[in-house]
């Protein structure tokens, strides 16, 4: 069990260093408060990430509020070695989910 652990971080590593396996790589997050994690996230055929996503910091003080979504989207970034970066947006304010 501790080899298979070993390779499951050792892909972990891999796509938070940028690399693409399996179709699959760790994109940075630039701006607003997701800032300097990193979203492993599936390519298409093309080998396009998705071209945004919503995200909520964590738990707040009071009722959640769904509005208060931030908005990150996609921008190619040729000096990253994913070539992408997830940059900050603003936030959502629609209530949809």
């Given at each position: 069990?501790?080899?298979?652990?070993?390779?499951?971080?050792?892909?972990?590593?891999?796509?938070?260093?940028?690399?693409?396996?399996?179709?699959?790589?760790?994109?940075?997050?630039?701006?607003?408060?997701?800032?300097?994690?990193?979203k492993?996230?599936?390519?298409?055929?093309?080998?396009?990430?998705?071209?945004?996503?919503?995200?909520?910091?964590?738990?707040?003080s009071?009722?959640?509020?769904?509005?208060?979504?931030?908005?990150?989207?996609?921008?190619?970034?040729?000096?990253?070695?994913?070539?992408?970066?997830?940059?900050?947006?603003?936030?959502?304010?629609?209530?949809?989910?």
């Amino acid at each position: 069990m501790g080899d298979e652990n070993s390779e499951h971080l050792a892909l972990i590593r891999r796509w938070l260093a940028g690399e693409t396996v399996n179709n699959t790589v760790g994109i940075k997050i630039v701006g607003g408060p997701f800032h300097g994690r990193t979203k492993i996230v599936q390519l298409d055929q093309s080998g396009l990430p998705p071209t945004g996503f919503r995200g909520r910091p964590g738990r707040i003080s009071g009722p959640w509020n769904p509005a208060a979504k931030h908005i990150y989207l996609a921008v190619r970034a040729p000096d990253t070695t994913a070539h992408w970066t997830y940059e900050y947006a603003g936030i959502d304010t629609t209530t949809d989910a």
